[in-house]
């Protein structure tokens, strides 16, 4: 898809504490282990009766969401239409999802336990599983990789073993489709994998478990370039990692923040990127339901080292990645180079309700330093240069090529 990302990737682009941040400021100490309270949440939630959790699911989104409109419909109208029909919790899902499509807007969701808990677990960028990256041949499922840290990773499964069994049975792809989901939903907690290498059979007994995901990396050119790699801007790792790239890249004479495919992560993070590297700016503006806005600015925390930023993005460069790239493009005349981002200008929060499940609800919407709103149009680049060849990275190429021209001619 070429300007959509999906669902599944978008429900978490924005998780804030909008609030939290107003009434606390800004500072380093300031540790928010959100993930761990919300899972401590649904877990220690107690079970209601499914119209109660429909009417708990109605009330929170009218008095949260960000249209007080409700996108210009009398909100009433859905508990009179649901309550005394709702019997099951297949019936609350139906009657909250109807509900909430009446939104129109994709971002505001309403999830089961299982999908809950999983996307919780992708805020703090990790996943439940194997760690096995898996490809469908015609001559079997072979691993493409394995995760860093992971339990396939640690029982020395490599890049090319075709796995053959589970549980000392023979594994066809629809065995194997059916134990990733298993594990995936938390189902299986230990698998033994058979799996062949060089003609021989070898059998690795493995525990799932929660896995780390590498978000960022960074490497220096030749040519003295650092380039700092973001996939996503989750996990409350993040702001530590980022720090140590912006310090391990400082004594280069020019910077490339790749964001291309980069779908956002959590407000939090973003903004405190943002602050590592300006001088006493505003990184944004917040608008809330009632159009109250607050102003976030950044705090004398700047540790980079002045120098000429390049910033790669793309089509799939959303929400907190596209508030990096264009507060230090209004701040610190950082160059953008690619296609138009995303234009995703709304923030959610997540709200944990009783039997294991979750509300994730637009509560309000951002704004860049300059006044201007991405909505739909995204961030335009400076550069327009699109990657048409598997072989070359255009892009990249062109970032290097500008940033010693900058520096040639400084």
């Known amino acids: 898809m070429d300007k959509d990302i999906s669902k599944q990737s978008l429900i978490f682009i924005f998780i804030t504490a909008v609030f939290l941040i107003v009434l606390l400021g800004f500072n380093n100490n300031l540790q928010l282990n959100m993930t761990d309270k919300l899972l401590k949440d649904i877990a220690e939630n107690q079970n209601i009766a499914p119209n109660r959790l429909f009417v708990k699911a109605w009330r929170i989104t009218r008095n949260s969401y960000i249209d007080k409109t409700m996108n210009h419909q009398k909100w009433s109208k859905w508990r009179l239409r649901y309550f005394k029909h709702i019997k099951t919790m297949e019936d609350a899902n139906i009657a909250i999802n109807s509900m909430l499509l009446s939104l129109n807007d994709p971002y505001t969701q309403f999830l089961l336990s299982d999908g809950f808990s999983k996307q919780i677990k992708m805020m703090d960028s990790k996943i439940t599983g194997l760690g096995l990256v898996l490809n469908k041949t015609d001559k079997g499922v072979i691993v493409n990789h394995t995760l860093d840290n992971s339990p396939a990773k640690i029982a020395n499964i490599n890049a090319g073993d075709t796995i053959v069994g589970i549980n000392g049975k023979e594994a066809s792809v629809n065995d194997i489709n059916k134990l990733l989901e298993d594990v995936e939903t938390g189902k299986t907690k230990k698998v033994k994998i058979t799996f062949k290498r060089n003609d021989k059979l070898i059998t690795k007994e493995l525990d799932v478990k929660d896995i780390p ?75 809330s339901r009632i159009n109250r806005e607050y102003q976030i600015y950044s705090a004398d925390e700047n540790i980079f080292k002045n120098k000429p930023i390049v910033i790669l993005i793309n ?61 739909k149009k995204g961030l335009i680049p400076k550069i327009n240069i699109i990657n048409n060849s598997n072989e070359k990275d255009l892009q990249m190429e062109t970032a290097i090529k500008l940033l010693n021209s900058i520096v040639k001619n400084k």
């Open 213 to 287: 995901i590498k978000t960022m990396n960074y490497q220096i050119t030749k040519d003295n370039i650092g380039i700092i790699t973001l996939s996503n801007i989750m996990g409350e790792k993040a702001i530590n990692d980022f720090q140590n790239l912006i310090k391990a890249t400082n004594n280069t004479k020019g910077l490339i923040i790749d964001l291309r495919n980069n779908y956002g992560g959590i407000f939090i993070n973003a903004i405190q990127m943002a602050n590592y590297m300006l001088d006493i700016d505003k990184i944004v503006s917040i608008k």
């Open 315 to 375: 089509n799939k460069t959303a929400s907190a990645a596209e508030i990096l790239a264009g507060t230090l493009q209004d701040n610190h005349n950082a160059i953008l180079i690619g296609e138009n981002t995303f234009g995703k200008n709304t923030i959610q929060q997540v709200i944990p309700l009783a039997n294991k499940t979750g509300l994730i609800i637009t509560t309000d919407k951002y704004i860049l330093p300059s006044g201007e709103d991405i909505y």
